[in-house]
């Protein structure tokens, strides 16, 4: 009989046993990442465990790494909050004195990289560090309780963003970091998804193996603080890409003008001008997301903000240099 | 041959780094320590150091990368001061936590507000509480011998702490001295290659580091870090009795002068005990029977040193350069505790000067010895002190 080779590798990097909560996109993006970096070790140094993981305080860390326990299968270590990037360094460099050849991948949240640890992160990629930081970004403060950050979007239910008589919920646009990094001219950048997890693979092995920096970032689902339904994680990843709200690009060596925007599939058309895209007609309605979550629901009421949302989303892939049309629900 | 050179305390610190091999040095600038990151990267670019050498955004970063490396199994170091060490405070606690043996410069200065960049000890005073071993320096010559000292102490397996090392801003940081520069292959037969036996991230046996800790093991995890800071007394004797075999320079965590049938002792730390042994011999010219100590190492605090000086003196005069708000100084604090259930105990009175580079001159001692001479004599003194404040301009 046939044996099929699995798509990715089945050894286990991050165990079952952590504590995360049920449905949880952000284990699972951690679960794939690790995976890819392995591959991407054995194929770069035919040794697929050659990498070390230095991450932030967060959901990801505490459910991971509860004493006298560990999920972790790899080398780990956890300082504090803000300093992921930086305590990465460290690793790398001392790996580069130690002749250790591999990776280390630096792992932090939205707050962690957005908000507390962009220092860290800028100081990091300036320095041109052999290190490939994953930003799992599931736009908010989740391990302590669904508060704000930069990263989350506009509208969103937070318990420091709460709608009410003068509040839509938050009320700026998302802090767009990926492109913040690609400003350090940095060899490699992407936005990924677990709402495609192949695609987010191929970047993850790809980032992993470049020489220097790279900037991941992942967008990831929280069932508890989207208040969306545990099964359907990968389905609203998958929706926000359809929708034009999670653009997936590439842009290398900081270079701007050939940023690589992907199809976002759903039935969108595509117009490509030289083989980059410059349009997109989106054909499902940014509201098949919305619905989904618990966060979103009380902008049903204010469709307002709803098209509000729309105008911001064009602005965004305005700076992507994607004209976009993003079609209302039907009546 | 060991050779001599003059130099700035900052750069004995940066030849202590070069000589103890690290790995991995992450620093920022501050002054007064800017010199340490800076002479160091010459000795990096002129190939006389093989480290990496992290330029770093911030000294939060500086101290994160050195738990990083350290976490990965290299010798650290780095240098800082004041607000630079303030910014670190954080991780401090950390690195104690994860029992890792970094070793930091500092050039004791004040902190912020008003912004002051001139000596005084409240930096390193302030992290007293996280867990690091702190040594401080009287001159050049012990700020570079302490950051070896240091160095064997952090990695010795009974203790496993990070250390720091003070000495003080431009008193002692921009100040010339002779200072003897080992021999290298003395100081690696002193210092050894730092071998890790807990902290490694190597992928041929991955380890979990820095995990959260629920109540049932946080306590005991803090209790390995109060137990590590009680091995290191011992592990201080030992290091400073090699030490002298092998530098021929010697060392104590309390440093006595002229205590034997003293009625007055004078308790300092840093380079103002090098004045106030001065200040004691000439004390002695009038006839005054006065002593002096100098605390090398304050972190683990010599309770035992103390209680055996203690016994000596009928007044310890504490000369400090910090402040702990309605208490004193930290000295007054520790020598309080350390005395406290003694059956027979010395008066203790406290005195707070210098603060922020103020120059402490014979006339500040005056003031000291006049007040401890009251005590001393029965009569009404106040436990704590501000010496030479300027009260006209309050
Ligand atoms: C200096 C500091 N401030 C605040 C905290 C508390 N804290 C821990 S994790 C966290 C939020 C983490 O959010 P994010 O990085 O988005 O990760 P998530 O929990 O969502 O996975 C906060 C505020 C901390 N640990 N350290
Ligand atoms: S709160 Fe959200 S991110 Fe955190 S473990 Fe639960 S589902 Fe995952």
Redesign the pocket.
């Known amino acids: 009989m046939a044996v099929r080779k699995p798509p990715i590798t089945t050894r286990e990097y991050w165990a079952p046993g952590h504590?995360?909560?049920?449905?949880?996109?952000?284990?699972t993006a951690l679960k794939l990442a690790t995976k890819a970096f392995s591959e991407a070790m054995e194929e770069k140094f035919g040794d697929p465990n050659a990498f070390a993981i230095a991450q932030a305080t967060?959901?990801?860390e505490v459910?991971s790494a509860v004493f006298p326990y560990t999920a972790w299968k790899a080398p780990w270590v956890h300082v504090a909050f803000e300093n992921a990037a930086a305590a990465a360094s460290g690793v790398e460099a001392a790996w580069k004195k130690l002749g250790r050849k591999g990776k280390i991948l630096a792992i932090g949240?939205d707050g962690g990289t957005a908000d507390i640890g962009m220092q860290a992160l800028s100081g990091m990629l300036e320095r041109r560090h052999n290190v490939v930081y994953l930003m799992?970004d599931?736009e908010a403060y989740?391990?302590t309780g669904?508060q704000r950050s930069s990263s989350t979007p506009y509208g969103a239910w937070t318990t420091t963003s709460p709608p009410g008589k003068y509040s839509i919920g938050e009320d700026k646009p998302k802090k767009w970091v990926a492109l913040i990094a690609a400003a350090h001219q940095i060899p490699y950048v992407a936005t990924a998804s677990i709402g495609n997890p192949f695609d987010f693979v191929k970047k993850m092995k790809k980032a992993a193996k470049v020489d220097g920096p790279a900037f991941v970032q992942v967008h990831?689902?929280?069932?508890?603080?989207?208040k969306s339904p545990l099964e359907k994680g990968v389905e609203i990843a998958r929706l926000a890409i359809e929708t034009g709200i999670w653009p997936l690009f590439e842009i290398e060596n900081g270079d701007f003008f050939n940023i690589k925007i992907q199809a976002p599939g759903g039935g969108a058309k595509v117009k490509r001008e030289g083989g980059r895209v410059v349009a997109i007609e989106f054909k499902k309605p940014i509201e098949e997301y919305l619905k989904l979550q618990g966060r979103f629901k009380h902008l049903f009421k204010q469709p307002e903000a709803i098209d509000e949302m729309r105008e911001q989303i064009k602005a965004m892939w305005k700076v992507l240099g994607v004209d976009v049309t993003l079609p209302k629900p039907e009546e | 041959m060991p050779m001599r050179k003059v130099m700035k305390a900052n750069e004995a610190a940066a030849w202590a780094a070069k000589l103890a091999k690290p790995k991995v040095i992450a620093a920022f600038p501050i002054t007064p320590s800017t010199l340490v990151p800076e002479k160091i990267s010459e000795f990096v670019a002129d190939g006389e150091l093989d480290a990496e050498f992290i330029k770093v955004e911030s000294e939060h970063s500086a101290i994160s990368a050195c738990v990083g490396a350290s976490a990965a199994g290299v010798r650290t170091f780095t240098a800082t001061a004041s607000q630079g060490l303030a910014l670190m405070h954080e991780i401090l606690f950390i690195a104690a936590g994860m029992r890792l043996p970094i070793v930091i410069a500092v050039g004791n200065r004040s902190l912020s507000a008003p912004i002051n960049i001139w000596n005084d000890w409240q930096d390193s005073i302030s992290e007293r509480d996280t867990g690091w071993l702190q040594f401080y320096a009287e001159n050049n010559q012990e700020a570079l011998d302490l950051i070896l000292i240091a160095f064997k102490v952090a990695e010795d397996e009974r203790v496993l702490l990070p250390a720091m090392v003070g000495f003080d801003a431009f008193i002692l940081t921009h100040t010339v001295e002779p200072v003897e520069i080992p021999d290298q292959e003395v100081v690696d037969e002193f210092l050894g290659e730092y071998e890790p036996k807990y902290a490694y991230l190597d992928p041929a046996r991955p380890i979990t580091q820095g995990t959260l800790a629920f109540p049932a093991h946080y306590m005991e995890a803090r209790y390995t870090v109060w137990e590590a800071n009680e091995n290191a007394k011992k592990v201080i004797d030992e290091v400073f009795a090699e030490f002298e075999k092998k530098f021929g320079r010697k060392y104590q965590k309390i440093e006595e002068y002229r205590t034997d049938d003293a009625e007055i002792v004078f308790v300092t730390m840093g380079s103002l005990a090098g004045t106030v042994k001065e200040y004691v011999d000439h004390l002695r010219e009038q006839g005054i029977k006065a002593g002096a100590a100098k605390l090398t190492v304050y972190r683990p605090f010599p309770t035992e040193e103390v209680r055996e000086l203690a016994k000596k003196a009928k007044v310890l005069a504490l000369l400090e350069k910090n402040v702990t708000f309605s208490v004193g100084g930290a000295l007054f604090q520790d020598f309080s505790r350390a005395l406290v259930n003694e059956k027979e105990k010395p008066i203790l009175v406290d005195f707070i000067l210098g603060l922020g580079g103020r120059d402490v001159t014979f006339k500040d001692l005056d003031e000291a010895l006049e007040i401890s001479r009251k005590a001393l004599a029965g009569e009404e003194f106040e436990e704590v002190n501000w010496i030479g404040l300027r009260k006209e301009i309050l």
Not at chain 1, 19 to 26: F, K, M, P, V
């Open positions: 504590a995360a909560c049920a449905g949880c996109g952000c284990a967060g959901c990801m459910v949240g799992y599931n989740m391990n669904i990831c689902t929280c069932p508890t603080g989207w």
